[in-house]
């Protein structure tokens, strides 16, 4: 499964973004797709996750209430809206597919895109 995420960019602190990762095959019920980050110098962290079968939505706590992830099946496609962005939020986001269904452990997380550079100024 290739994954090809896009969206990143530069953008002032308190603006928006939206993030889309096109999977190259049609992803399973049981499968989860999520978004992780990695800023300079820290390690790859988990942001948020789908099940691509019911649509369940699970969020690290530094972004709920600010980012919601989406998936659209017809187009294989999750997105990732980030609202109110902060400065902290800058990093590399890369999308992944668990096929078998994890959430939260990018140890868990089998296929990855390539990341997009977001950056938010102060």
């Known amino acids: 499964v290739q994954l090809q995420a896009s969206g990143g960019g530069l953008v002032q602190a308190g603006g928006s973004l939206r993030l889309s990762c096109a999977a190259s095959?049609?992803?399973?019920?049981?499968?989860?797709m999520g978004w992780f980050r990695q800023a300079p110098g820290k390690e790859r962290e988990f942001v948020a996750t789908?099940?691509?079968?019911?649509?369940?939505?699970y969020y690290a706590d530094s972004v709920k209430g600010r980012f919601t992830i989406s998936r659209d099946s017809a187009e294989n496609t999750v997105y990732l809206q980030m609202n109110s962005l902060k400065p902290e939020d800058t990093a590399l986001y890369y999308c992944?597919?668990?096929?078998?269904?994890?959430?939260?452990?990018?140890?868990?997380?089998?296929?990855w895109g390539q990341g997009t550079q977001v950056t938010v100024s102060s």
């Open positions: 789908i099940r691509w079968g019911t649509g369940r939505q």
């Open positions: 992944a597919q668990s096929v078998r269904g994890a959430l939260y452990s990018k140890e868990s997380f089998d296929y």
């Open positions: 095959r049609r992803a399973y019920s049981s499968h989860t």
